[in-house]
């Protein structure tokens, strides 16, 4: 039984930081691509960042590039997303996605078998 959890979702003013984390219990995640993905209301929800199963690669939306860094640490068995100078258009349900199907990173949530709850990150100006 796999769960996957994220946390660190908050309130946040723009231009201000906030890390998201995701932690998987039934599963090493450095044995899966992982993903993060977000729903704001009344759009589709869309991949944010990835991060491969060696941690080599990464891909980002064009949107967050410069600003969003995805990283993992195996040793804590963590992924984490580091979300810096945040605007208001970041508002979303963040979801953490573990990938077995493919372990390369993609964008693609078709790539994914496991999906935690969602953490919300609302951003005010």
């Known amino acids: 039984q796999v769960q996957v959890v994220e946390s660190g979702g908050d309130l946040a003013q723009a231009g201000e930081s906030l890390r998201l984390s995701c932690t998987a219990s039934?599963?090493?995640?450095?044995?899966?691509?992982m993903g993060w993905f977000r729903q704001a209301p009344g759009k589709e929800r869309e991949g944010v960042a990835c991060?491969?199963?060696?941690?080599?690669?990464?891909s980002y939306v064009r949107s967050v590039k410069g600003r969003f860094t995805v990283s993992r640490d195996n040793a804590k068995n963590t992924l984490y997303l580091q979300m810096n100078s945040l605007k208001v258009e970041d508002t979303a349900l963040y979801y953490c996605a573990a990938g077995l199907i493919s372990l390369g990173c993609g964008l693609d949530e078709r790539q994914y078998n496991y999906w935690g709850q969602g953490t919300q990150v609302t951003v005010s100006s």
């Open positions: 991060i491969s199963r060696s941690g080599r690669d990464t």
């Open positions: 039934g599963l090493r995640l450095e044995y899966a691509a």
